[in-house]
């Protein structure tokens, strides 16, 4: 098991390369989640305010 | 079977598919992800020459395919919006681009960490890394652009140039190690050849796979969001389950 760990001498290398990869996805992950969150509240309140004229649905962002 | 893809090409119908179609790439990438991080940390033998630092590889090939190959799909969906006009294909355009620089930036990373033991360096100034380099400004400069433009649409045109104008990028990458001289080695996969033992190549595609189907369903799920975020207020959205109170 120590020997898995020790990567031959280069577990410094090989440990931060999986392990940035790791934090890198699943933050993005989280952030595409909260991203997802925030959009559907945004929905929500301009879905339950009385109708508008047309012309001011437009940029959001 | 006919299918009307201008159809599919609204962000009313587009949305729900889209929404179905993402568990269908998320538990694939999970699964061919922890089966190729098996095969790639235990199965796979220690490299001859380069001991277990090659074991790197199995995300750093992988993301930097990723990284050119969603450029080039980010370019495409920009020339469709720009020829056709088309809202979703703009969406989709700005849905990869987060992403494309996320496998980028790992591309790098993960080569640097592999450099370091392989070559003695961290990084260099050679054709493909300096390329792939050009390739994460070009992502981030298409992300910049879009948030210091106020006008969705503009954005779009604007972002649609500027993707299609780094696109030449994408062939300088691919190519750099045949055309200069390059502290980076050769390509170690080719179509209809390899270099590589069968377990480690095994390892590397079913790698490569995670990456496509990570990309595709968080690229889905992203886009889900823009597609919310920009047509607020119309009424396909008003009328959508989770945005009824």
């Known amino acids: 098991m120590n020997e898995f760990f020790a990567m031959g001498g280069y577990a410094f290398y090989v440990w931060s390369a999986y392990g940035i990869a790791t934090v890198v996805i699943a933050g993005e992950i989280l952030a595409v989640r909260a991203r997802r969150k925030a959009a559907v509240r945004l929905a929500r309140i301009v879905a339950s305010e009385p109708a508008r004229p047309a012309a001011s649905t437009g940029s959001v962002r | ?245």
Request: hydrophobic fraction near 55%; charged fraction near 10%.
């Open chain 2, 1 to 245: 079977m006919t299918l009307n893809w201008f159809r599919l090409a609204s962000p009313a119908t587009f949305y729900p598919v889209a929404g179905r179609l993402i568990p269908w790439f998320a538990w694939p990438a999970a699964l061919c992800a922890c089966v190729g991080v098996a095969l790639g940390l235990g199965a796979a033998p220690t490299d001859f020459q380069q001991g277990d630092a090659y074991r790197i590889i199995f995300i750093h090939v992988p993301a930097a395919w990723m990284s050119m190959f969603l450029y080039l799909v980010m370019a495409f969906w920009g020339a469709m919006s720009l020829g056709f006009n088309t809202r979703l294909s703009a969406m989709l355009a700005q849905a990869i681009a987060p992403t494309g620089a996320l496998m980028t930036f790992l591309a790098l990373v993960t080569g640097s960490f592999w450099g370091r033991p392989t070559w003695g360096t961290y990084w260099a100034w050679d054709a493909r890394m300096t390329s792939e380099l050009i390739l994460l400004f070009l992502y981030l400069g298409v992300i910049a652009l879009r948030s210091a433009i106020d006008d969705p649409r503009r954005a779009d045109r604007a972002c649609a140039v500027l993707a299609l104008t780094g696109a030449v990028n994408v062939p300088i990458i691919y190519y750099s190690v045949k055309w200069w001289n390059t502290l980076h080695q050769g390509m170690s996969v080719r179509p209809g050849e390899s270099k590589m033992a069968t377990i480690m190549l095994l390892g590397m595609l079913i790698m490569s796979f995670a990456a496509w189907f990570y990309a595709i369903a968080v690229v889905l799920h992203r886009a889900r969001s823009i597609m919310l975020e920009r047509e607020s207020g119309a009424a396909w959205v008003g009328a959508l389950a989770e945005t009824r109170s």
